[in-house]
Structures are given as C-alpha cells and as structure tokens.
C-alpha cells in the first residue's frame, strides 16, 4: 500500500528504473557545481570542508547573548547566528509601551548602536560570518554591525555574514512586518544597491520558507512560496536598475528540514534546480552565481514536542542529517529542550555537538550527492519540482507574489495544509512519539531556562541615560534627512547610518520611516 509524502504526492513501495522512463539523468542532474545544480552548487561540497555550523541564538541583554555567542565559539561554532527579541523585530524601542512583556524573551534586545557594540564586545567581526534573523528592521541592525565594525577598525568589504530582510514571508507567515509592500521592497532594494558599494561580501537577503513551514506548508508549498517570493525580490531590483548579475550572487535561501529525510533531499534538489532554470531563462543571468541557490538550513522546530524533551534529540539529529544529504550550505540544529523554553547552555551544545557528529563521525561527507542515481529519490524529485511549480505558476496568474499575498492565496494555501497535518496527528493517522503513541503516565522535571523580568527596566534605564547623553540637535537633523530620502528617491540607507551613528535608537529610526511610508495593516482575504 503506498504512503504520501508531506506533499501529498505518492510514495511507492518500491521503485526502479520504470519510475525514471523517459528521464534525461545526464540534462536532469549534470555535474555537482554545474548547472542545473540539482547535484549541489559546489563540485567537491562537504569532501572539500564542511557546511557552516550556526547556532541560533540571542536573549536578555546584549550582554548575556554576547556571553553565549563567545561559549558557541569556544566550543566550535563556525559561524553566529543573531535572534532578535519581538520589539526589536517590530521596530520598537524596550521602553515602548508596545514592548511591554516581550524584552528580551525571544532573542536579545538591541535599542541603538551601544547594545550592538555591547553584543559583539570581544568578538573580531572580521574573523567570523553572523546571520541575523532581522527582516523589516534589517537595514538598521545591518548599518549597526557595519558601525561596530568601523570601531573595531575592520573595514566594510571584510565583513561576512547574511540579514534575513525577507519582508514578503511576513506577510504570508510570519507576521513581524512593519511597512506596506511597496516601501517594503524599495527598502530591499536600497539595501542590495548599498551593500553592493559598502559591504560586497554580505548576503543581503535570505529568503525564507522556514517560517511558512512551521506554520504548516507542506515542502512543496515551501519551496514554491520561497521562490515565488525571491522572483518578486529580483523583479524589484531590476526595476529599480540593477544588473542582475550584480545582486544575484548574494542572494541566499533559508529553508526547514523535516523528520521525512527522502522528501526533503528531494525538496533541496528541486529547489536548486527550479532557481537556476528561473534565473538563467526568465532574468537572462550569466553569471553561474547567480544561478546558485545557496542556502541555510534549520531543524523543524514545529516538529519538536514538549512531551519527552529528550527525544527531540534524536529528531533533530535526523533532521540534521537531511539537511546535509540535501546539499545545505549551512546549518543549525534545535535545542533539544526549545519546545519548553530558551536553550540551556548544555542543550546548545549538544545540538552544535549533533552537527559535529554528522560532519566527523559519519561518511556522509565523504562523496558529494550521496543519493543521485536512486531511483526513490529522483522520482521524488521531480514529483517536488512538478508540484512547486504548479503553485508557482497559480501565484504568477495572480500577478505575482505580492498580488497573490494581497489575495490572500499563499496563506490560505498554508493554513489548509496546517489543518490536514492537525487532523491527521488529532486522529492518530500522523504518529507523533510521546504525543499520540508511546506517550509516558508521567513526564519527567525539566528546570527550563528563563529570562529575568528586570531586563526590561535595565533597559528602559540603558536608553534614558543614551537620550540623556547624546546630541539630540544631531539626532534630530538626522531624522530630518532619513525622512527627506524616504518621501524622494534617494537611498536610505546612507542618512540611516547617519542617525544611527548619532545614536538615534531602532524605535525612533522606524518611527521616522512610519511617519513617511505608514505601517501595514492587514486585511482579512477570507
């Protein structure tokens, strides 16, 4: 009897060469490093050196997620990966009434450029890569780093790393928005026009199909959505006169990694393969870069259960393990204990010990594509490909991705899929360990990790003394010549900095810009 995958496509028993008939391998696959790259961007991959081991993290204060990030290091992190509290994210300062019980309980709190030096404190910005989960304020804690760097004496084309900055997914999935679309992607836009003249080594945007997924896209659903959005992305820079072949490099994925480790080999395969076919016939790219879907990879944090902590381990190991079968080019593993509260110190580094494991102990390393040729897998991969694009093509009739967000459409898509996978784990069909079957009398203590409530007023006290302090007439002028760039064409991110050097805080930054683009309210499509 045959199973579906998460997709809802068959998977059969058993499947040969009849599976594949009519299949061209040699034009499907080609060679790892070549287009179509469904085989890996790379030609050697991990047989050369290893994906980037990132470990998510950032709560409290700056200082308490500067400590954390300095233990990561020590203990073999490649490179660091920022979380970012709700207010921050949102564009609010901690003393915010808005802010009001959110400082510093998801990610860290970053106010103004003194929390960023505080947060990198110690920590040479030229020797390591950071990710920051940021995406509406991107340009903000970006033009920071860029600023602690200056102070470090490291200059802006040594500087590594990648912002999020994917503002469409927020839309659809994940909520943390700040502008309406339109000033959204221009915003974007600034961002790949500055850093291609400042900061030339940065990935200026991750596009994001993790937060679709956790909020229950299937892989298909995942990847189509993710695409279609980083369609969008590169129409916007077009227009906005860009040669493709002068962002398209930076650009970067960002994608989940499920239990299910045959469909998501296949789900990374097909996605490389649609991007490179998009880029090179519909944007004309010839650079090979920028027909490279490169991307990181996190462990499915929906997937993890508070009910026997202790068995996420092994999920996330497996997960992991496709992540890598897939092709990432870098990865974080969950905490173990994520789905009760914020990662011990000990549960952090057992999930960057679990990576550790993948790329030293096992011989996954050892051949590039381990799993090219196999009949299940290839099937599978087109069954994804074929899938993806069909949605693909629905979003395109729609007029493209924001069209179809102010449709409703990618959501509605999402929230259907998210019913079915509640209904088939309600009903027992969807086995879920230590939930619906294998489950304890009694679950065991576990002592989570929590942050101090008085990280709050620490804060509000951090940014009356910085207001107390700094030049305000200075602070003010800035202001002033950021919101004269935001009613008129100029790039923004050149009086951003201004402020922000000035110690204008996030709060006061995104106000200025709210004044001038307004803030997005959604409507209910359905």
Not at 112 to 122: N, P
Not at 237 to 260: H, K
Not at 311 to 335: D, E, F, I, K
Request: charged share 25%; net charge negative.
């Amino acid at each position: 009897m045959a199973r579906e995958s998460e997709s809802g496509l068959p998977i059969e028993p058993v499947y040969g060469p009849d599976a594949l008939e009519g299949w061209d391998a040699r034009e499907k696959l080609g060679e790892p490093g070549s287009y179509p790259f469904t085989r890996g961007v790379y030609p050697s991959m991990y047989t050369g050196r290893p994906w980037t081991m990132r470990q998510y993290a950032g709560f409290g204060t700056a200082t308490e997620s500067n400590a954390r990030y300095k233990q990561l290091i020590a203990n073999g992190t490649m490179g660091l990966s920022v979380a970012f509290d709700l207010p921050t994210q949102m564009g609010h300062d901690s003393d915010a009434a808005i802010a009001s019980g959110e400082v510093g309980k998801v990610g860290v709190a970053i106010d103004s450029i003194d929390d960023m030096r505080v947060l990198f404190g110690g920590i040479p910005l030229d020797k390591v890569s950071t990710s920051m989960t940021i995406n509406a304020p991107a340009a903000l804690l970006l033009l920071m780093y860029q600023l602690v760097g200056e102070e470090q004496g490291v200059p802006a084309d040594k500087l590594t790393g990648t912002i999020q900055n994917d503002v469409l997914k927020e839309y659809i999935a994940r909520g943390t928005y700040i502008f309406p679309p339109k000033p959204s992607l221009r915003l974007i836009a600034d961002i790949f026009k500055y850093c291609k003249a400042e900061i030339p080594k940065w990935n200026t945007i991750s596009i994001s199909g993790y937060h679709m997924a956790e909020a229950g896209a299937s892989p298909a659903q995942e990847i189509a959505f993710t695409l279609a959005d980083g369609i969008e992305y590169v129409r916007t820079a077009v227009a906005a006169g860009m040669d493709v072949d002068d962002f398209a490099p930076r650009l970067s994925f960002f994608f989940v990694s499920r239990t299910t480790i045959l469909e998501e080999v296949a789900k990374f395969r097909a996605a490389r393969r649609i991007w490179a076919k998009v880029m090179r016939d519909e944007f004309g790219a010839k650079n090979p870069k920028s027909l490279m879907l490169r991307f990181h990879t996190q462990t499915a944090g929906v997937q993890l259960t508070a009910q026997q902590p202790e068995v996420n381990l092994v999920r996330v190991a497996v997960q992991g393990l496709a992540a890598v079968l897939g092709g990432t080019q870098s990865l974080h593993t969950n905490s173990f204990d994520e789905a009760i509260a914020l990662p011990t110190d000990k549960s952090a580094r057992l999930a960057l010990r679990t990576q550790q494991v993948l790329a030293y102990e096992t011989d996954v390393t050892a051949t590039v594509d381990p799993f090219a040729g196999s009949y299940v897998i290839e099937r599978m991969t087109d069954d994804v490909e074929a899938a993806a694009l069909e949605l693909m093509a629905k979003v395109e009739d729609m007029g493209g991705a924001v069209s179809a967000i102010e449709r409703g459409f990618q959501k509605n898509e999402i929230e259907r899929s998210a019913y079915r996978i509640a209904l088939e784990t309600d009903s027992g069909e969807r086995v879920v360990v230590g939930v619906n079957r294998f489950q304890l009398e009694e679950e065991e203590p576990y002592e989570p990790l929590r942050v101090d409530p008085a990280i709050e007023a620490q804060q509000a006290e951090r940014l009356a003394k910085l207001r107390a302090e700094r030049d305000q007439a200075a602070v003010d002028a800035a202001l002033v010549e950021l919101k004269k760039a935001a009613e008129g064409t100029d790039n923004v991110l050149y009086p951003m900095k201004d402020a922000l050097r000035a110690r204008a805080t996030v709060g006061e930054v995104c106000n200025a810009l709210r004044e001038v683009w307004g803030a997005y309210v959604p409507t209910d499509a359905f």
